[in-house]
């Protein structure tokens, strides 16, 4: 199995659920940072990968057949609640919005403010509105 997961070819759904076999084989041996000690990766590469498995399926398999990015979905996975994770999914896929936008999408539904940029417009998607239009859902 650990050398099954060192292959480069894994899609990082498979990755996780690999992690995910480890660990249950033995949980006391196979904590995430004896996992990540074996096949090479950070622990926190390995953390993520967890907390991708979390994700609702369609998102997994988004991010399993190259529709979306690892890094997208650990993007979507700072959001708690599963519809604002499958609203997003479904708005990174339509709009084609990169890590960086899917990252600025995602800080808005939690409500946090865009970093100042050099240029003074708020680092923002331009303009694109309010987090419950971003994420296709209506306001209130």
Request: charged share 25%; no cysteine.
């Amino acid at each position: 199995l650990v050398e099954n997961l060192q292959r480069e070819d894994l899609n990082p759904m498979d990755e996780a659920r690999g992690f995910a076999k480890l660990r249950d084989m033995d949980k006391k041996k196979w904590t995430q940072e004896a996992i990540a000690k074996a096949t090479g990766k950070l622990q926190s590469y390995v953390s993520e990968s967890f907390h991708l498995l979390e994700l609702p399926t369609e998102i997994q398999e988004n991010i399993g057949h190259p529709i979306m990015t690892r890094s997208h979905g650990i993007e979507l996975t700072r959001l708690s609640n599963t519809n604002s994770r499958k609203a997003a999914a479904k708005n990174v896929i339509e709009r084609g919005l990169s890590v960086k936008q899917t990252r600025e999408m995602v800080d808005q539904e939690l409500g946090k403010t865009p970093k100042q940029t050099s240029n003074g417009n708020g680092g923002g998607l331009g303009g694109t509105g309010s987090p419950q239009r971003l994420l296709g859902q209506s306001p209130g």
